[in-house]
């Protein structure tokens, strides 16, 4: 039993110097989370009803704006009507393409929005489309050339993108 009291009482100082090391990186973990919080919900412009982030520095692939949206506390964006697609088109940058939360890589054809997991409810596409050119386009982007009307691609390419908050982060 003594080399076992002996084995603590020699690691019980790392051990307290561990936990207050751990106590205080979730301290400022927790400050970190509330700046980036209050630093997203800043970012996102109301459009409509709803509020969203336009992406206007970085290009990502779907896959990574995904990610991106979730991270902010959302999903990438499903526009619900033609004027909420036209609100988010005035707010655009000509000459770019723009990541959507619709997708039909469960099911060719079948546009799910990724915010419910239901079929899109609100679909524009530009004339022709969706084509799934080379069997390879699963991911609806808002793309410049098409007047920021719906395009499927392949979800692998760099572009800009659209968060939408969720509604528990705007209550």
Same mark, same amino acid.
Request: net charge negative.
């Given at each position: 039993?003594?080399?076992?009291?002996?084995?603590?009482?020699?690691?019980?100082?790392?051990?307290?110097?561990?936990?207050?090391?751990?106590?205080?990186?979730?301290?400022?973990?927790?400050?970190?989370?509330?700046?980036?919080?209050?630093?997203?919900?800043?970012?996102?412009?109301?459009?409509?009803?709803?509020?969203?982030?336009? =992406?206007?520095?970085?290009?990502?692939?779907?896959?990574?704006? !995904?990610?991106?949206? +979730?991270?902010?506390? *959302?999903?990438?964006? %499903?526009?619900?009507? =033609?004027?909420?697609?036209?609100?988010?088109?005035?707010?655009? !940058?000509?000459?770019? +393409?723009?990541?959507? *939360?619709?997708?039909? %890589?469960?099911?060719?054809?079948?546009?799910?929005?990724?915010?419910?997991?239901?079929?899109?409810?609100?679909?524009?596409?530009?004339? *022709?489309?969706?084509?799934?050119?080379?069997?390879?386009?699963?991911?609806?982007?808002?793309?410049?050339?098409?007047?920021?009307?719906?395009?499927?691609?392949?979800?692998?390419?760099?572009?800009?993108?659209?968060?939408?908050?969720?509604?528990?982060?705007?209550?």
């Amino acid at each position: 039993m003594k080399p076992i009291l002996d084995h603590i009482a020699a690691n019980q100082q790392w051990w307290n110097a561990f936990d207050a090391t751990k106590l205080e990186c979730k301290a400022r973990l927790n400050r970190m989370v509330k700046q980036l919080e209050n630093f997203e919900v800043e970012n996102f412009v109301q459009i409509g009803s709803r509020f969203f982030y336009i =992406e206007q520095h970085h290009r990502v692939n779907w896959f990574s704006a !995904t990610s991106i949206c +979730r991270r902010m506390g *959302g999903y990438l964006s %499903s526009p619900r009507s =033609e004027k909420e697609l036209n609100g988010i088109k005035e707010k655009l !940058t000509p000459g770019r +393409r723009y990541w959507l *939360g619709i997708s039909d %890589s469960a099911k060719e054809g079948f546009f799910l929005s990724q915010d419910t997991g239901n079929m899109a409810y609100f679909l524009k596409w530009y004339g *022709g489309q969706p084509d799934n050119k080379d069997d390879n386009e699963h991911c609806v982007e808002l793309r410049s050339e098409y007047d920021f009307l719906m395009n499927d691609a392949e979800c692998t390419i760099n572009s800009y993108f659209i968060c939408e908050a969720s509604d528990e982060q705007m209550d």
